[in-house]
C-alpha cells in the first residue's frame, strides 16, 4: 500500500525536462576521465622507482663485472646504516606515542622478523645471478606479482575487478616480449650451472619480497612512513652487519679499494636509500600491487641504457614490451580497488558502479518510486517505497 499524502504526484519519464537527461559522455570525455591527473602522477612515481632500481643495477654491473667486488650483503649494509642514521634518529627524538622506545616495547618483534625478511629477499635475488641466467630470473622473479596479490587479497582485504586482472596479464605479456627479445639478442647472461638451485633462491627471494610490500603498505598507510624506515634501518643495519662479518668479510678485504670503486658504492647506496624512502610514498598513494607492476619497466631501463654503455644488441621487441607493459599499468590503475568489510557489498561492487545500499536479505529487490512534492513547503521531500 502507497501511504496518503497531499500534492504529491509520482515523476514520470514523459514529464522529466529534456534539459535534466544528461547526455551520455563522449568518447573523448572518457579519455579524459582515465586519464586524469591522478593516474598520470601514480604512473610516473612508478617509473621514478624503476629509474632508481635501474641505477642500482648498473652499478652493481660495475662493481662486479669491472672490478670484481662481489659484496651484495655489504651493499645491502650500507643501506641500512644510511636508513638508521635518518630515520631511527629521528624516531629517538620524537615525543609520545612514536618515540623509537615505546615503538620498540610493543612491536619489536614484529619489525625484528620483518627485516629479516627483507634481507634474506635482497640476498637471494642476487645469489640467484650466480647459479642461474638472466632469462630466469627475469621471469621468475615476477612471482612477487601473484605473492602480493594473494596476500593483498587475505590479509588487507583488497579486492579486483576483472579490469585489474587484464592489466596484470598484459604487464606479464609485455615481460614475456622482453625475455623472448633477449633470447633472440642472446643476452642469456649466467652460467646456469646450477639452474634448479638459482631458479629456487629466484622464487625464494621473490615470495619474501611480496611478504616485504604487503607489510610495508599496511604500516605506511596504518601507522608511519618514517616508522617503518627507521625500525627497519635499525634491525636491518644489525643483522646485515652480522651476516657480513659471518659470511663477506673475506671478499670485502679482496676489493682493490680506489676513488672509481668509492664512487660506485657511494651511488649503489645513494639509489638504494632513494628507493627505500621513495618507495613508502608511492605505496601509500597507490598499492604493493601496482608497484609491482610499475617496477617491471626495470629491466628496460637497464637495457636501454646497456645500448650505450654495454654496447647491447638493440631489437624492437624491446620497445615494444616497454610500451606493453605501460599499458598494463593503465589498465590497473584506471579503476580503483576495494577494501570488503561485508561480501554483499563487494558483490555490489563489482556489478554496479553506484554506491553500495542496503539490500533485504531474501526475495527479489523490490522496485522505488520517488514523490515530488509540488507543495511550496521546504521540507525535505519524503521518499516512498512501493510495496
Known amino acids: 500500500m502507497i501511504p496518503q499524502q497531499q500534492n504529491h504526484v509520482v515523476a514520470t519519464i514523459e514529464n522529466i525536462p529534456a534539459e535534466s537527461i544528461t547526455a551520455s559522455p563522449s ?8 586519464f586524469n591527473r591522478e593516474l598520470l602522477l601514480s604512473l610516473a612515481l ?13 652499478t652493481s654491473k660495475y662493481l662486479a663485472d669491472d672490478f670484481q667486488a662481489n659484496t651484495p650483503v655489504f651493499q645491502s649494509f650500507l643501506n641500512y646504516i644510511l636508513l638508521f642514521l635518518v630515520y631511527t634518529t629521528t624516531l629517538a627524538v620524537r615525543q609520545g606515542e612514536e618515540n623509537l622506545l615505546v615503538i620498540l616495547k610493543r612491536r619489536w618483534w614484529k619489525y625484528m622478523i620483518l627485516s629479516l625478511i627483507d634481507i634474506e629477499a635482497n640476498y637471494l635475488v642476487i645469489k640467484a645471478y ?11 622473479d615476477c612471482f612477487v606479482i601473484p605473492v602480493v596479490l594473494l596476500l593483498s587479497w587475505f590479509f588487507l582485504l583488497v579486492r579486483y575487478k576483472a579490469v585489474h586482472f587484464i592489466g596484470i596479464g598484459v604487464c606479464l605479456l609485455g615481460i614475456g616480449c622482453m625475455v623472448g627479445a633477449d633470447v633472440l639478442a642472446g643476452r642469456q647472461q649466467g652460467l646456469g650451472e646450477h639452474k634448479l638451485l638459482g631458479d629456487l633462491l629466484v622464487l625464494g627471494g621473490a615470495t619474501l619480497y611480496g611478504i616485504s610490500n604487503v607489510c610495508e603498505e599496511f604500516i605506511v598507510k596504518n601507522l608511519s612512513r618514517v616508522e617503518f624506515l627507521g625500525m627497519i634501518g635499525l634491525f636491518g643495519s644489525f643483522f646485515s652487519g652480522i651476516q657480513l662479518a659471518i659470511m663477506e668479510h673475506k671478499e670485502l678485504l679482496r676489493v682493490p679499494w680506489d676513488w672509481q670503486i668509492g664512487l660506485l658504492y657511494i651511488g649503489f647506496s645513494a639509489c638504494m ?26 629491466d ?3 637495457l636501454f641504457c646497456g645500448l650505450f654503455l654495454f654496447h647491447f644488441k638493440f631489437s ?16 590497473y590503475t584506471s579503476s580503483s580497488t576495494y577494501v570488503a568489510q561485508d561480501p554483499r557489498v563487494y558483490k555490489q561492487f563489482r556489478n554496479s558502479s553506484g554506491p553500495a545500499t542496503d539490500a533485504p536479505a531474501t526475495g527479489p529487490l523490490e522496485p522505488s518510486v520517488t514523490y515530488t512534492s509540488l507543495g511550496q513547503g521546504t521540507e525535505e521531500e519524503p521518499r516512498v517505497r512501493v510495496a
Open 130 to 140: 650466480q647459479y642461474t641466467t638472466l632469462t630466469s630470473v627475469q621471469l621468475l
Open 46 to 58: 612508478g617509473q621514478v622507482l624503476s629509474l632508481l632500481i635501474c641505477g642500482i643495477s648498473l
Open 273 to 298: 636509500f632513494g628507493l627505500y624512502s621513495f618507495m613508502p610514498v608511492v605505496i601509500k598513494r597507490t598499492s604493493a600491487t601496482a608497484v609491482n607492476l610499475s617496477l617491471l619497466t626495470a
Open 316 to 331: 624492437g621487441l624491446y620497445l615494444l614490451s616497454f610500451f606493453t607493459i605501460i599499458m598494463g599499468l593503465i589498465l
Open 27 to 34: 568518447v573523448l570525455q572518457r579519455i579524459r576521465n582515465v
Open 300 to 302: 628496460l631501463y637497464s
